[in-house]
């Protein structure tokens, strides 16, 4: 299996573009308020 990809030299510009969901203020701070309570729980 051979897998081609381009070589990106050093300092060499590179463009990404990352598409992400539509969210609105409300959703990211009530994502904000619901994630809070797991994260105050999680054990490492």
Known sequence: M????AT???SMP???YLTTS???VFSF????M???PNQAFWEE
């Open 2 to 5: 051979s897998t081609n990809f």
């Open 8 to 10: 990106i030299p050093p």
């Open 14 to 16: 590179v463009e990404t």
């Open 22 to 24: 539509d969210r609105t």
């Open 29 to 32: 701070l009530s994502k904000l």
């Open 34 to 36: 619901m994630d809070q």
